[in-house]
């Protein structure tokens, strides 16, 4: 059955520090990848999304997110975390053949001062 | 374009009252889906619908009813609610299902007691 995995529930980095948020697909065919942002008692944003070409892709807010077929991974990182971006971070798939949406579980981000 | 409207966005019902959550979009997708969003659980699939007349069951559908009848609207219905349902429903929209990005709600916070 297709799935999306995010390994880490909670991830807390200081501010300032780097930041990669892990993902992993479970997929037959070319995977529809996507990372959102939900902070606070707000809706879901989107980050970036991954259809296909470059395997590295940029999003907004100064994220990027690389996809890795030998992995079955689309980890989203950013250089330098700010206060800011401490929210709930989800990476969805999708199936052609339901149209269905695969959400991974979410991973939780604190950002330390 | 207002994208995903939602309505409303708190509701505090009692045990065994019934409403209607609703959703509208105007970008003319054909696949609309709902969630509830618990902590710790990340967002299950209640009910989606890929198009006006035709809807399914997803994760989670015991004690909510949808109907689509035209492509613009998906009303979620709580029958008879219960404390079991006090969550953060979210409705979602997609051109083509699964595999194109995904357009949320603002969400609505509901509370059984």
């Known amino acids: 059955a297709q799935s999306v995995t995010q390994p880490d529930i909670h991830i807390t980095v200081s501010e300032g520090a780097s930041l990669e948020l892990r993902c992993n697909y479970s997929?037959?065919?070319?995977?529809?990848l996507f990372w959102y942002v939900q902070s606070p008692g707000q809706g879901l944003q989107l980050l970036l999304k991954?259809?296909?070409?470059?395997?590295l892709v940029q999003g907004i807010k100064g994220f990027e997110a690389e996809f890795k077929r030998s992995q079955s991974s689309f980890n989203l990182r950013k250089p330098s975390v700010h206060w800011s971006d401490a929210a709930e971070y989800f990476c969805?798939?999708?199936?052609?053949?339901?149209?269905?949406?695969?959400f991974g579980q979410g991973t939780t981000l604190q950002v330390k001062p | 374009n207002a994208g995903v409207t939602q309505t409303p966005k708190f509701q505090v019902l009692k045990t065994g009252q019934s409403m209607t959550l609703q959703c509208a979009q105007d970008?003319?997708?054909?696949?609309m889906s709902w969630y509830r969003q618990d902590p710790g659980m990340g967002l299950r699939l209640i009910h989606y619908?890929?198009?006006?007349?035709?809807?399914d069951q997803g994760e989670v559908p015991n004690g909510y009813n949808v109907s689509r009848s035209t492509t613009e609207d998906f009303p979620l219905r709580l029958l008879s609610a219960a404390p079991s349902q006090t969550s953060v429903y979210f409705c979602?929209?997609?051109?083509?299902?699964?595999?194109?990005?995904?357009?949320f709600g603002q969400g609505t916070r509901l509370t059984v007691v």
């Open positions: 619908s890929v198009g006006a007349g035709i809807t």
């Open positions: 979602a929209s997609t051109r083509i299902g699964g595999v194109t990005e995904a357009f």
């Open positions: 969805r798939g999708g199936s052609s053949n339901t149209g269905k949406l695969i």
């Open positions: 997929y037959g065919a070319t995977p529809y």
């Open positions: 991954y259809f296909s070409g470059d395997t």
């Open positions: 970008m003319n997708h054909e696949y």
